[in-house]
Nanobody
Framework: QVLLVESGGGLVQPGGSLRLSCVASGIIFSNTYMNWYRQAPGKQRELVAG???????YYVDSVKGRFTISRDNAKNTVYLQMSSLKPEDTAVYCC?????????WGQGTQVTVSS
């Protein structure tokens, strides 16, 4: 059974930082492409960042230079370091894994950027 569990969300002021974590089980993590998605109220889900098994990364333009995705294969964990947060970053952030031809999702963690 594949399980993805996110943590690290919360309320932060504009300009602040948060680090999200996603712990995976039930997969060979080191071989798995991992992504972070987000969905704001009334908006479509958006791919924010991705990282492959070799460490190559992808970022949507709106977060480039502010967010960093990384992985620790020893801990089966992918991180999303978010800095210079803006109110428009407010969303539910979900971890996603592409494993053995299927996509798996975590339950999500709420990030709210507000003064």
């Amino acid at each position: 059974q594949v399980l993805l569990v996110e943590s690290g969300g919360g309320l932060v002021q504009p300009g602040g930082s948060l680090r999200l974590s996603c712990v995976a089980s039930g997969i060979i993590f080191s071989n798995t492409y991992m992504n972070w998605y987000r969905q704001a109220p009334g908006k479509q889900r958006e791919l924010v960042a991705g990282i492959n098994s070799g460490g190559s990364t992808y970022y949507v333009d709106s977060v480039k230079g502010r967010f960093t995705i990384s992985r620790d294969n020893a801990k089966n964990t992918v991180y999303l370091q978010m800095s210079s947060l803006k109110p428009e970053d407010t969303a539910v952030y979900c971890c996603n894994a592409l494993w053995s031809g299927s996509y798996y999702w975590g339950q999500g963690t709420q990030v709210t950027v507000s003064s």
